[in-house]
T-cell receptor, first 114, second 114 residues
């Protein structure tokens, strides 16, 4: 079975500061990894995904994430955040064999302060 | 705008009742997914359809059922509703339903069971 742990439920940060949202996963099989963003009263939007290849993945809105297989982590980073980045961020894993199932973390609320 | 539409946006009903949530996927997408987002359980995958056929099942209760019609829209039926069914229900769609597919989420239907 797969599981996802987002280590911080809330992350407050000042505008233009860097941010890292942490995600650890466990799985007995190979997985694909995803980060989604959910703005208030909206559905989820894909930020980026890791399928294979380079462990550094670049996504939309200036976000990037690094896959670390030995530490089973997939942390999300942005070098300089904006007020508009205030949202809930979800890390997710999807196994690459067998039945389709995406497991989501509990979410991290990023709050960007002026 | 993801291109996925869901109706209704809000639904308020009583315990024991039955409701139907509707989803229209993005143009050209063959696969539809349903998710439930609640405060206590987080975001959970319920079920996936591909071109009218059920492809994968997640944590979907027996009181819930879904189907995908020939025009590819999907409906999620929730019956014998309980207070704990109050949640945000998301529909997502993807091109082929494969493991590497990007899923596009609709804005959700907020269900309140009183």
């Amino acid at each position: 079975a797969q599981s996802v742990t987002q280590l911080d439920s809330q992350v407050p940060v000042f505008e233009e500061a860097p941010v890292e949202l942490r995600c650890n996963y466990s799985s007995s099989v190979s997985v694909y990894l995803f980060w989604y963003v959910q703005y208030p009263n909206q559905g989820l939007q894909l930020l980026l995904k890791y399928l294979s290849g380079s462990t550094l993945v670049k996504g939309i809105n200036g976000f990037e994430a690094e896959f670390n297989k030995s530490q089973t982590s997939f942390h999300l980073r942005k070098p300089s955040v904006h007020i508009s980045d205030t949202a809930e961020y979800f890390c997710a894993v999807r196994k690459n064999t067998g039945g389709f199932k995406t497991i989501f973390g509990a979410g991290t609320r990023l709050f960007v302060k002026a | 705008d993801s291109g996925v539409t869901q109706t209704p946006k809000h639904l308020i009903t009583a315990t024991g009742q039955r409701v139907t949530l509707r989803c229209s996927p993005r143009s050209g997408d063959l696969s539809v997914y349903w998710y439930q987002q609640s405060l206590d359980q987080g975001l959970q995958f319920l079920i996936q359809y591909y071109n009218g056929e059920e492809r994968a099942k997640g944590n979907i209760l027996e009181r819930f059922s879904a189907q995908q019609f020939p025009d590819l829209h999907s409906e999620l039926n929730l019956s014998s509703l309980e207070l704990g069914d109050s949640a945000l229900y998301f529909c997502a769609s993807s091109a082929s339903g494969g493991f590497t597919d990007t899923q596009y989420f609709g804005p959700g239907t907020r269900l309140t069971v009183l």
